[in-house]
């Protein structure tokens, strides 16, 4: 098993100075924290893994492909490989669990 503690890994994503920490890596997933601040621009592009958000805090509008949506607290996003997305409309800081399948490269 392996467990992990949200403000441990905030602690350390940003002791790093990094707005994403890849914190668990397995061989048919991998999960990460990344972390946007209220106003900031999302500079994501398309992964070549299909990904999920769980959104732990914050405010945003999200839009995947052609379709948006605002995501708060409890809010959880599929995002398929290969699509255009990215969180704006940042109005929270936000935190969110980044699930990829297969594992981010």
């Keep these: 098993m ?3 503690r949200l403000d441990e890994l905030e602690a350390e994503r940003a002791a790093n100075e ?3 920490l890849q914190f668990l ?4 997933m991998s999960v990460g924290l990344y972390a946007l601040d209220a ?4 500079p994501q592009g398309p992964h070549a893994q ?3 958000y769980v959104v732990v805090s914050g ?3 999200i839009t995947v492909g052609a379709e948006t949506t ?3 607290r409890g809010s959880v996003v599929y995002v398929p490989a290969g699509v255009t997305h990215r969180f704006h ?3 929270e800081d936000l935190r969110v669990l980044v699930v990829f399948s297969p594992p981010e490269s």
């Design 59 to 61: 405010r945003a509008s």
């Design 2 to 4: 392996k467990a992990f």
């Design 18 to 20: 990094g707005a994403y």
């Design 50 to 52: 299909d990904e999920v």
């Design 70 to 72: 605002e995501v708060g």
């Design 25 to 28: 890596k397995e061989r048919n």
């Design 89 to 91: 409309h940042i109005s």
């Design 39 to 42: 106003g900031d621009v999302d």
